[in-house]
């Protein structure tokens, strides 16, 4: 869900490019947004983001998927799926640029800036971390874990 849709009920014309996004960022990780579980991420686009941050993009990649002849076109992937979901409408694509990004590879990408809803824990910054799997719900009920600032 686009952050300004879940923070303020507004719709807009890129609602559907957050959401291309975040799908994108799950085919390459093999791993769904929401039951993203890793020890010092909030969720899915958070790892991502850390990980592109320190050029370790390629660790995302699912590993069913084998590893590509061209790593270039898994990183186009992961930068068009991060582009997609930027916080700031203005900084997302058009649906009419992911599509021509995606059919041709030699068209440059943006850099992406910090993408919606990755505040929080920095899994680079921070070696503390109390949230294991095993505290975290995998079924439908939701739990609250209360943690100090």
């Given amino acids: 869900m686009s952050p300004e849709y879940a923070m303020e009920g507004l719709f ?17 990780t093999g791993k769904k947004n929401t039951g993203f579980y890793n020890s010092a991420s909030l969720n899915l686009l958070a790892y991502a983001w850390e990980l592109w ?20 076109i898994m990183l186009r992937f992961i930068n068009i799926g991060l582009l997609c979901v930027q916080e700031s409408l203005s900084d997302r694509p058009t649906m009419s640029n992911v599509v021509s990004w995606l059919s041709n590879e030699h068209v440059p990408l943006p850099t992406p800036k910090q993408p919606a809803f990755t505040t929080g824990r920095n899994m680079m910054d921070t070696n503390t971390s109390n949230i294991s799997a095993e505290n975290c719900s995998i079924n439908n009920i939701t739990v609250s874990i209360m943690e100090a600032r």
């Fill in 12 to 28: 807009s014309i890129k609602f559907d490019v957050f959401s291309f996004g975040v799908l994108l960022l799950e085919i390459v």
């Fill in 53 to 72: 941050r320190y050029d370790r993009s390629l660790e995302l990649m699912d590993p069913t998927i084998g590893y590509p002849s061209s790593t270039s």
